[in-house]
């Protein structure tokens, strides 16, 4: 089956051609356009076969960017591999109809139909472990670290030394136990799903001026001007609510002259699509069966990041409508440089002439004093 792909025709098939070849804006709507039509002759396929094909093909073109990203090839290159599952389908299809596949209906049904269900299932197992919490919460530490020296360099300020902190959206707690060697005065964490919230007091039983409060990040539940410092990283892109209204309503729990960090998907870019074909490929999979599935075979924070990137919804924000939103609501505000060999931004991938290809305007994060 000949490729529509554009990298067969305007160039040769030739990875070094590839390699110097940063493509053009009507290239990455081929890749999408060909993301769709993978997709389309996924939903002909059926259960139960396509409880074990789609979480494949998920794996294999997810991770196929991922290498393409740390090895710093063409982004373009992964065109042959959406091709080749666009064959793949084709054979299945006809096979289907040729009756070698079993459909049958299956009694499995995900309970799992929202962002908030998603994540209250996953983090919990995949951090269940000692080891693979402390594994999670390497990350967090050295964002932790960086947010206590921008607060002092830029705004005089200690960030969390006897201060009143939040996480809104803590997930399994990796923030507030990298805060806590700080010596805030309380870190309260609050996170929509219920599972989460049990295991965070379990894990932290025992240390004082730590409290977990099951709440949502559309509205939380505090009052206003209760917290020194907020903390929202990478979770309004998750929320199914305007950006400024969360914003506000975060900025409404900060006293005067507190501080706010908060980390957004930007929008653009190959990998977004990616992760949206994903998450409309994964749509028919229990959760729960994709678990089970490789929970034994993938490290557990790399099948965190699978199936984060699989089984919820990003909502992508224009840079600089973010950076009006926190002008509104804050007295100042710095942009947070990316880490290197953890952030996707320009600095972290000054090396790659790829990076607005693959990522569009990367990470947003922020730090702001109200």
């Known amino acids: 089956m000949e490729s529509n792909l554009f990298v067969y025709k305007k160039i040769n098939d030739s990875n070094n051609e590839l390699d110097s070849y940063q493509g053009q804006p ?3 709507d081929q890749i999408k356009k060909e993301l769709n039509n993978l997709l389309n002759k996924a939903l002909e396929i059926k259960p139960p076969i396509s409880y074990d094909l789609f979480p494949s093909i ?4 997810k991770w196929r960017f991922d290498y393409l990203t740390n090895t710093r090839q063409s982004p373009f290159l992964i065109g042959k591999d959406i091709n080749y599952w666009n064959t793949q389908l084709d054979m299945m299809i006809a096979f289907q109809r040729e009756k070698w596949i079993n459909q049958k209906n299956i009694d499995q ?4 139909t929202n962002n908030i269900q998603s994540f209250d299932f996953m983090w919990p197992k995949n951090t269940d472990e000692e ?20 607060a002092k360099d830029q705004f005089s300020l200690d960030a969390f030394k006897d201060k009143i902190v939040l996480d809104s959206g803590c997930g399994p707690g990796r923030y507030i136990y990298s805060i806590k060697k700080y010596e805030p005065q309380n870190i309260t964490g609050v996170d929509s799903g219920n599972s989460i919230i049990k ?8 240390i004082p001026n730590i409290s977990f409060v099951e709440g949502d990040c559309k509205k939380l539940p505090f009052d206003d001007n209760s917290f020194d410092f907020v903390l929202s990283a990478g979770v309004l892109h998750h929320v199914d609510a305007p950006l400024n209204k969360t914003i506000e309503d975060h900025s409404r729990v900060l006293k005067p002259g507190g501080l706010f960090f908060i980390f957004l998907v930007g929008e653009g870019g190959m990998e977004l699509d990616i992760w949206n074909f994903c ?6 999979v229990p959760m729960e069966y994709f678990y089970e599935r490789f929970k034994n075979s993938i490290h557990p924070l790399r099948l965190q990041g699978v199936m984060d ?20 609501y804050f007295e100042e505000f710095v942009r947070v440089p990316g880490v290197k060999g953890l952030d996707v931004t320009n600095e972290t991938f000054s090396d790659d002439a790829y990076f607005e290809t693959r990522f569009g305007s990367g990470n947003l994060r922020y730090m702001c004093k109200k």
């Open 26 to 28: 009507e290239d990455l």
């Open 58 to 61: 998920a794996i294999y073109l």
């Open 109 to 112: 049904k995900s309970s799992i």
């Open 131 to 150: 080891t693979n919490f402390n594994d999670s919460k390497k990350i967090a530490e050295l964002r932790v670290d960086q947010i206590s020296k921008i």
């Open 199 to 206: 295991s965070n007091i379990k894990r932290f039983k025992g």
């Open 279 to 284: 998450e409309k490929l994964l749509t028919s």
């Open 309 to 328: 990137h699989s089984f919820s919804s990003y909502f992508h924000t224009n840079r600089n409508y973010c950076e009006k939103l926190l002008d509104d």
